[in-house]
C-alpha cells in the first residue's frame, strides 16, 4: 500500500518524503513481525513532524493490520501524504 501512496506522488514529492517512506515501511515490517496493530492507529512519519507539515500518515480505521498471517481479516487505509 505505500508503494500505490507513492506511485501517485511527482517525483520531486516521492524524494521529499523519502525518509519518511523509510520511517513508514520499517514500522510496519516492526508490528508486522509483532503480531500486527489493532484499531484505532493514526501515526505519522516522520517524527516529530517536519516544519513544513509534510508526512506520511498511517490510519487503521478497523480490525487489525500488517498482520504476516492471510487469514486474519485486516483493513488498514494509509490516507495521504501531506505537505
Excluded: C, W
Excluded at 517536519?50 to 481479516?73: C, L, Q, W, Y
Aim: a positive charge; proline letters at 6%.
Amino acid at each position: 500500500m505505500l508503494q500505490e501512496l507513492r506511485d501517485k506522488l511527482s517525483p520531486s514529492a516521492q524524494r521529499y518524503r523519502q525518509t519518511a517512506f523509510q520511517l513508514a515501511e520499517r514500522y510496519i515490517q516492526r508490528v508486522a513481525a509483532a503480531g500486527g496493530v489493532q484499531a484505532p492507529l493514526a501515526k505519522s512519519f516522520p517524527e516529530p513532524s517536519r516544519s513544513d507539515g509534510s508526512r506520511v500518515d498511517i490510519e487503521v480505521h478497523k480490525g487489525t493490520a500488517f498482520v504476516n498471517d492471510p487469514v486474519v481479516t485486516r483493513t488498514s487505509t494509509i490516507e495521504r501524504a501531506d505537505g
